[in-house]
C-alpha cells in the first residue's frame, strides 16, 4: 500500500514536473524571443524615453560636422575653412547651446543662451545667429542684460566680402604672446588695422527692437552704418521720428518741432 | 517519511534548480532590458539624424545632417518631395504635419558660393508664414524678418493642383489655370505682409505690404545713404514720399 501510493506519487510527480517544465520552458522562450526582438528593432533605431547627454553632434554620413547640441563646458571651437580656431567669444562664449556648420563643416550660425551671478550683479543673453558665407553674424535675433541694462531686438549687419580666416590666423599668433600690455596694445592695433582693410567687422544696416535706454526703436542705416532714419518711442513715451545725414545731424523730425528755435531757423 | 522527504527533495532539488537557472536567466535580461530604457546618460555621442517622438509614435521633430533629412509630411505621409535637402531641425504639429523649422546651408560650387540660413514658422497645413532669413547667391544677399499670409488651402492639395497645371502644355490655357489659382479668387496663395531687413540691392527697408502682397508704405535707406519714406497705391506709384533732404516737404 505504501509502496503502491508511493510510485504513485513518484509518476503523478514526474508527469507534473513535465507539465510544469513544458509550461516554463514555453512561458521563458517566449519571454526570451519577445526581448530579443524588441531589443533587436531597438538597435535598428535606438529608442531613448528620455537621455541625458552633454553634447550631441549631427553629423553628415561622411562624418561632416553640421551642428552641435551641448552644454557650456563641451562647447565647439569655431572652425573656419575647416580649421578649430579656440576664439569663442560673445554670448556663445558664455552660453550653452547649438551651434551650426554649413555643408563644408564651416560654423554659420547658433542659438545659444547663458545666464549667471557676477561680481557685479548678472549677466544673461540669448541670440539666434545666422552668419554670412565664410564670415560673422549677419542676422542676429537677441537679447542681451548686464544688470537690468538690456537690449532685445532684431539687428541686420553687412560683413565684409573677405573671409574671417585670415584674421583668425593672425588672432591666433597675438593669443599666443605673453599676457601684458604689450599684447592688448599689439591685439587693438591689429583689431583696428583688421576692421581698416575690411576682413574684420561689419556695419549694422537695420535693428528693430528695443534698446539700452528703455527705448523702442527701429534704426535704418547706410552702408557705412551711419543711422539715416530713426523711429524711436523713449522711456518717458515721447515718439517721434527722425531723417539724419551722414554726419549723424538730424535733418528733419517728426512730429513737427514747436520751438521757436527751430521754426525760426526754418525761416531763414 | 522517507518518501515524502525525497519527494520534497525531488521538487525542490529539481524543479527549484531548473527553473532558478531560468528565471535568473530572465531576471538579468529583463534588467539588461530596463536598465536600457532608464534615462543613460552620455559624454557625447554622434548621431546622423534624431526623431523626437510622442509616446505614440508621431513625430515632431528631426534634428539631422542633410543626407539624412526629413521631407514635407502631411498627417503622417510624406508629400512634395523627398528628403536629403535640408540640415538642421524640421519641426511637426500634433498631427505629424510640417509646421516650421530651422536649417541651414552653405557650399561652394565651381568657385561660386550659395548660403543660407532660416528659422520658419508654418500656417497650419500650410507655407512659411513668419521667417527669419538670411539668402546668399554668391555675394547677392538678402538678410531679414518677413511675414506672410497664406490662403486657406490645404498644402498637399495645393501642391497636387500646381503638378497637375505643371503637366499641362504651354500656351494660354495653363497660364490662365496657374493665374487663378496663384490669385485664388482675391486670397493670393501667398501675399508678403512685412518686411524688415536688408534686401538685394543692399538697400535697408521695412516694407508693408496689402493683402494683394503690394507695398503700401515703405521706409528705406538704400545702397547710396538716400534716406525715404514713402506711401504707394495698388499699382505701385508713389503717392507721397518724405525724406530728409527736403525737409519732409
Same mark, same amino acid.
Do not use: C
Given at each position: 500500500m505504501?509502496?503502491?501510493?508511493?510510485?504513485?506519487?513518484?509518476?503523478?510527480?514526474?508527469?507534473?514536473?513535465?507539465?510544469?517544465?513544458?509550461?516554463?520552458?514555453?512561458a521563458?522562450?517566449?519571454?526570451?524571443?519577445?526581448?530579443s526582438?524588441?531589443?533587436?528593432?531597438?538597435s535598428?533605431?535606438?529608442?531613448?524615453?528620455q537621455i541625458?547627454?552633454?553634447?550631441?553632434?549631427?553629423?553628415?554620413?561622411?562624418?561632416?560636422?553640421?551642428?552641435?547640441?551641448?552644454?557650456?563646458?563641451?562647447?565647439?571651437?569655431?572652425v573656419?575653412?575647416?580649421? +578649430? #580656431?579656440p576664439?569663442?567669444?560673445?554670448?556663445?562664449? !558664455? =552660453?550653452?547651446g547649438?551651434?551650426?556648420?554649413? /555643408? $563644408?563643416?564651416?560654423?554659420?550660425?547658433?542659438?545659444?543662451?547663458?545666464?549667471r551671478k557676477?561680481?557685479?550683479?548678472?549677466?544673461?543673453?540669448?541670440?539666434?545667429t545666422?552668419?554670412?558665407?565664410?564670415?560673422?553674424?549677419?542676422?542676429?535675433? +537677441? #537679447?542681451?542684460?548686464?544688470?537690468?541694462?538690456?537690449? !532685445? =531686438?532684431?539687428?541686420?549687419?553687412?560683413?565684409? /566680402? $573677405?573671409?574671417?580666416?585670415?584674421?583668425?590666423?593672425?588672432?591666433?599668433?597675438?593669443?599666443?604672446?605673453?599676457?601684458?600690455?604689450?599684447?592688448?596694445?599689439?591685439?587693438?592695433?591689429?583689431?583696428?588695422?583688421?576692421?581698416?582693410?575690411?576682413v574684420?567687422g561689419?556695419v549694422?544696416?537695420?535693428?528693430?527692437?528695443? =534698446?539700452?535706454s528703455?527705448?523702442?526703436?527701429?534704426?535704418?542705416?547706410?552702408?557705412?552704418?551711419?543711422?539715416?532714419?530713426?523711429?524711436t518711442?523713449?522711456?518717458?513715451?515721447?515718439?517721434?521720428?527722425?531723417?539724419?545725414?551722414?554726419?549723424?545731424?538730424?535733418?528733419?523730425?517728426?512730429?513737427d518741432?514747436?520751438?521757436?528755435?527751430?521754426?525760426?531757423?526754418?525761416?531763414? | 517519511?522517507?518518501?515524502?522527504?525525497?519527494?520534497?527533495?525531488?521538487?525542490?532539488?529539481?524543479?527549484?534548480?531548473?527553473?532558478?537557472?531560468a528565471?535568473?536567466a530572465?531576471g538579468?535580461s529583463?534588467?539588461?532590458?530596463?536598465?536600457?530604457?532608464?534615462?543613460?546618460?552620455?559624454?557625447?555621442?554622434?548621431?546622423?539624424?534624431?526623431?523626437?517622438?510622442?509616446?505614440?509614435g508621431?513625430?515632431?521633430?528631426?534634428?539631422?545632417?542633410?543626407?539624412?533629412?526629413?521631407?514635407p509630411?502631411?498627417?503622417?505621409?510624406?508629400?512634395?518631395?523627398?528628403?536629403?535637402?535640408?540640415?538642421g531641425?524640421?519641426?511637426?504639429?500634433?498631427?505629424?504635419?510640417?509646421?516650421?523649422?530651422?536649417?541651414?546651408n552653405?557650399?561652394?560650387?565651381?568657385?561660386?558660393?550659395?548660403?543660407?540660413?532660416?528659422?520658419?514658422?508654418d500656417?497650419?497645413?500650410?507655407?512659411?508664414?513668419?521667417?527669419?532669413?538670411?539668402?546668399?547667391?554668391?555675394?547677392?544677399r538678402?538678410?531679414?524678418?518677413?511675414?506672410?499670409?497664406r490662403?486657406?488651402?490645404?498644402?498637399?492639395?495645393l501642391?497636387?493642383?500646381?503638378?497637375?497645371?505643371?503637366?499641362?502644355?504651354?500656351?494660354?490655357?495653363?497660364?490662365?489655370?496657374?493665374?487663378?489659382?496663384?490669385?485664388?479668387?482675391?486670397d493670393?496663395?501667398?501675399?508678403?505682409?512685412?518686411?524688415?531687413?536688408?534686401?538685394?540691392?543692399?538697400?535697408?527697408?521695412?516694407?508693408?505690404?496689402?493683402?494683394?502682397g503690394?507695398?503700401?508704405?515703405?521706409?528705406?535707406?538704400?545702397?547710396?545713404?538716400?534716406?525715404?519714406?514713402?506711401?504707394?497705391?495698388?499699382?505701385?506709384?508713389?503717392?507721397r514720399?518724405?525724406?530728409?533732404?527736403?525737409?519732409?516737404?
Amino acid at each position: 500500500m505504501d509502496q503502491s501510493s508511493s510510485k504513485e506519487r513518484t509518476d503523478r510527480d514526474g508527469r507534473s514536473d513535465m507539465r510544469f517544465l513544458k509550461a516554463y520552458a514555453f512561458a521563458t522562450t517566449s519571454l526570451l524571443i519577445g526581448l530579443s526582438i524588441v531589443a533587436f528593432r531597438q538597435s535598428q533605431t535606438p529608442h531613448f524615453k528620455q537621455i541625458d547627454v552633454e553634447r550631441i553632434n549631427v553629423v553628415e554620413p561622411d562624418g561632416t560636422l553640421r551642428m552641435t547640441i551641448s552644454n557650456h563646458a563641451a562647447m565647439p571651437d569655431p572652425v573656419i575653412g575647416g580649421k +578649430s #580656431y579656440p576664439l569663442r567669444s560673445g554670448t556663445g562664449g !558664455a =552660453g550653452a547651446g547649438m551651434i551650426f556648420f554649413n /555643408d $563644408e563643416g564651416n560654423e554659420n550660425g547658433g542659438l545659444t543662451y547663458t545666464g549667471r551671478k557676477t561680481a557685479t550683479g548678472y549677466s544673461a543673453g540669448a541670440g539666434l545667429t545666422f552668419d554670412q558665407f565664410n564670415q560673422d553674424e549677419t542676422v542676429t535675433l +537677441s #537679447y542681451d542684460d548686464e544688470n537690468r541694462q538690456r537690449r !532685445a =531686438g532684431l539687428l541686420i549687419a553687412d560683413r565684409p /566680402d $573677405e573671409s574671417i580666416q585670415a584674421f583668425a590666423e593672425s588672432a591666433m599668433v597675438f593669443k599666443r604672446l605673453p599676457d601684458g600690455p604689450a599684447k592688448v596694445q599689439r591685439m587693438q592695433e591689429f583689431q583696428a588695422n583688421a576692421r581698416k582693410h575690411g576682413v574684420l567687422g561689419g556695419v549694422s544696416r537695420l535693428y528693430v527692437g528695443k =534698446g539700452g535706454s528703455k527705448e523702442s526703436i527701429l534704426m535704418l542705416a547706410d552702408p557705412k552704418g551711419h543711422p539715416r532714419i530713426k523711429m524711436t518711442v523713449d522711456s518717458l513715451g515721447t515718439a517721434k521720428l527722425e531723417f539724419l545725414d551722414a554726419a549723424g545731424k538730424v535733418t528733419y523730425e517728426l512730429p513737427d518741432q514747436p520751438s521757436t528755435a527751430h521754426s525760426s531757423s526754418r525761416l531763414h | 517519511m522517507p518518501d515524502k522527504s525525497s519527494s520534497l527533495s525531488r521538487f525542490f532539488g529539481f524543479r527549484s534548480y531548473v527553473a532558478t537557472a531560468a528565471t535568473i536567466a530572465v531576471g538579468v535580461s529583463l534588467l539588461a532590458f530596463t536598465k536600457a530604457n532608464q534615462k543613460p546618460h552620455f559624454q557625447e555621442i554622434d548621431a546622423e539624424r534624431i526623431n523626437i517622438v510622442e509616446p505614440d509614435g508621431t513625430l515632431r521633430m528631426v534634428i539631422s545632417g542633410r543626407d539624412r533629412s526629413q521631407g514635407p509630411m502631411f498627417k503622417g505621409k510624406p508629400f512634395g518631395y523627398p528628403g536629403g535637402t535640408r540640415a538642421g531641425i524640421i519641426f511637426f504639429n500634433d498631427e505629424g504635419t510640417e509646421d516650421g523649422g530651422l536649417t541651414w546651408n552653405g557650399k561652394t560650387v565651381n568657385g561660386k558660393y550659395r548660403a543660407g540660413a532660416q528659422l520658419s514658422f508654418d500656417q497650419y497645413n500650410q507655407d512659411q508664414i513668419v521667417t527669419l532669413q538670411y539668402a546668399d547667391e554668391n555675394g547677392v544677399r538678402q538678410q531679414g524678418l518677413r511675414i506672410e499670409d497664406r490662403a486657406n488651402i490645404p498644402i498637399n492639395e495645393l501642391v497636387d493642383r500646381m503638378t497637375a497645371i505643371r503637366k499641362m502644355p504651354n500656351g494660354p490655357a495653363k497660364d490662365s489655370a496657374m493665374n487663378t489659382l496663384v490669385e485664388n479668387k482675391g486670397d493670393p496663395i501667398a501675399a508678403q505682409r512685412v518686411f524688415v531687413g536688408r534686401d538685394r540691392s543692399k538697400t535697408a527697408v521695412v516694407n508693408l505690404s496689402d493683402a494683394l502682397g503690394k507695398p503700401r508704405l515703405r521706409l528705406m535707406v538704400d545702397s547710396a545713404g538716400a534716406a525715404k519714406i514713402e506711401f504707394l497705391d495698388k499699382q505701385g506709384k508713389v503717392i507721397r514720399s518724405i525724406s530728409g533732404d527736403d525737409g519732409g516737404r
